[in-house]
């Protein structure tokens, strides 16, 4: 019988000498993982009050969270996945909400912490760092039964993710011991982990990515688990090489970030086979098998749900799958209706985006939503006339492959039409001096939006040196309207903790940045030239004189 909960993964391993977890300083066996997860259920279990059993956890990827993801496991507790890259009032609110008994923290975490009223006292504060934290745990480490509470079902609450908040408020979203364990099972074979590889984990295991794509399927294989604290782009190879990785994951703008270092002759002189992920473009994928002998699966899922597309390896490039049921299709939002294909053209460049863009939604998938934590305006927002909204647009090829189109918020209207931000993202990716690149809609003083974006430059590179006027002109996939209007230039955009850009808060910004920002000057082709201060008065005048004031970023 396959393994109900996650649980029941850590207790198969009970006995299994294989290294489980690594890290730069020591290995630790599957067994001595169970072990060390069992004395810390223990000790939750001893601490445990009445109320939901929500475990906060804020820390870097060391030992201690995987620990504690297991401890949680047996324990029948939830871990919630603190983002350390939060502050003040947002970081308050977001463990505040989710209801957490315990803390388990260092001593950055507390200083983060510190003066925040989280709901949760002191003395409910574990600190891994701490002299007390390993006396403690000596008295529980191998004299403790290995086993899971008996209260643990494959409906126990595993995790409580918060989402990103990209787009905005993060969400609590719910994953339970038995949605993770099959998400596991499931992810092993889709993105072929088997016990004989060594999965390099460089992004945050507060987020799903790590969670559901590697953590979860190298548990379920009998993989090795590789940790480094964070993600670092000088540190990824000489980490891949130390570890032996095989395997990781990513999203598309730690990828930009790994191809921007400078390239060596032996930068292929690696065990890497593949890598899952989010947002990496095609071109990307390509310079990166060159480089590093090292294909990127690119796949379609979320911290809400996953398992909706199928992938196909030989399908076209760009194309995140087909269908996994038949309820899973691009549908208008507002109508209802499925959606046409998309009408292709030899550029891959879709014709006609009216029609054919709409959300992802599974007419079959309410049941399989398990929800936002005490967040029921947010559910009501995914579950509509009981099918499950993604909150994401794609397309369907006339094949039938669907391909990633933004996020519900990337619609971009242009003179009448909608365009869509991620397609200009792409190509602005293409860029060999561009790091990273968002794009998104800032209001046009007359009438709908024009597009602006956000690019990432090394140090050292001025804008001028991109030429993006003609890099632009060269894009035969680019539509006249797909032009950005206004470029934010800058050497660190604003990004969260899983290395996503914070695309809100820098269309809140629009050009009122302090980064600077270069304006298409005049007509015809794009002339790009620096906005002043005065510019940015003037165009304020613009939008008071028109009476679109209120439409101001």
Same mark, same amino acid.
């Given at each position: ?22 890290? *730069?300083?020591? =290995?630790?066996?599957?067994?001595? %993982? ?8 223990? #000790? ?41 890259? *939060? ?46 934290? =390993? ?36 969400? =609590? ?151 996994? *049921? ?24 879709? *014709? ?34 009981? #099918? ?128 600077? %920002? ?36």
């Amino acid at each position: 019988m396959p393994h109900q909960t996650i649980a029941d993964l850590l207790l198969a391993r009970t006995g299994d000498d294989h290294p489980g977890l690594l890290t *730069r300083e020591r =290995a630790w066996s599957w067994d001595e %993982v169970v072990t060390q997860s069992a004395a810390r259920a223990a #000790w939750a279990g001893e601490l445990r009050t009445e109320g939901p059993f929500h475990i906060g956890v804020l820390l870097d990827n060391v030992p201690e969270y995987v620990f504690w993801l297991g401890a949680a496991a047996l324990a029948g507790a939830a871990v919630v996945g603190i983002n350390p890259t *939060r502050r003040g009032a947002e970081l308050e609110r977001e463990v505040r909400h989710t209801d957490c008994q315990l803390i388990v923290t260092d001593r950055a975490g507390l200083d983060l912490l510190d003066g925040l009223d989280i709901g949760v006292k002191r003395d409910r504060f574990l600190v891994v760092d701490d002299p007390d934290h =390993a006396s403690h745990l000596a008295d529980h480490v191998g004299r403790v039964p290995v086993r899971a509470a008996p209260d643990v079902t494959a409906a126990t609450r595993m995790l409580l993710l918060l989402t990103s908040g990209t787009t905005g408020t993060s969400k =609590a979203a719910i994953c339970s011991q038995g949605r993770l364990a099959a998400l596991g099972a499931a992810n092993s074979a889709k993105y072929d982990i088997t016990r004989d590889d060594t999965c390099y984990c460089p992004m945050p295991l507060f987020h799903g990515n790590a969670l559901m794509a590697l953590w979860a399927p190298a548990l379920a294989a009998g993989a090795t688990v590789a940790l480094t604290r964070k993600f670092s782009a000088s540190g990824f190879l000489p980490d891949v090489r130390h570890f032996g990785a095989t395997y990781f994951t990513y999203v598309g703008k730690a990828i930009g970030y790994v191809l921007a270092r400078p390239e060596t002759p032996d930068d292929a002189d690696n065990r890497l086979t593949h890598a899952f992920g989010t947002e990496a473009s095609p071109e990307d994928a390509d310079r990166f098998l060159d480089r590093f002998g090292c294909r990127l699966v690119e796949g379609y899922g979320s911290s809400e749900g996953a398992g909706m597309l199928r992938r196909v390896p030989d399908g076209p490039v760009g194309a995140l799958g087909v269908p996994a *049921r038949d309820g899973v299709r691009i549908v208008h939002p507002t109508t209802r209706r499925t959606c046409p294909p998309a009408v292709l053209d030899t550029y891959g460049r879709v *014709r006609n985006p009216e029609e054919a863009i709409g959300e992802i939604v599974d007419t079959e998938g309410a049941a399989r939503f398990e929800g936002y934590y005490n967040n029921e305006a947010a559910n009501a927002e995914r579950l509509r006339h009981g #099918w499950y909204w993604t909150g994401d647009l794609g397309y369907v090829d006339e094949a039938g492959y669907f391909y990633f189109a933004g996020r519900s918020g990337d619609w971009i209207r242009v003179d009448g039409e909608n365009i869509s931000a991620l397609l200009t993202e792409r190509v602005l990716r293409r860029h060999p001096g561009v790091v990273a690149a968002g794009v998104f809609g800032v209001p046009d003083p007359r009438s709908g939006d024009q597009v602006m974006a956000a690019v990432e430059i090394p140090d050292g590179t001025r804008f001028e040196d991109l030429d993006l006027p003609g890099f632009l002109a060269r894009q035969e996939d680019l539509g006249t309207k797909g032009v950005p209007r206004f470029v934010r230039v800058s050497h660190a955009l604003p990004t969260t903790g899983s290395n996503k850009l914070r695309k809100k808060e820098m269309q809140l910004d629009g050009w009122r940045t302090d980064d600077p %920002v270069h304006r298409w000057a005049g007509r015809g082709g794009p002339v790009y030239v620096p906005m002043t201060d005065d510019d940015k008065a003037a165009l304020r005048a613009e939008f008071l004189a028109n009476g679109r004031g209120r439409f101001l970023p």
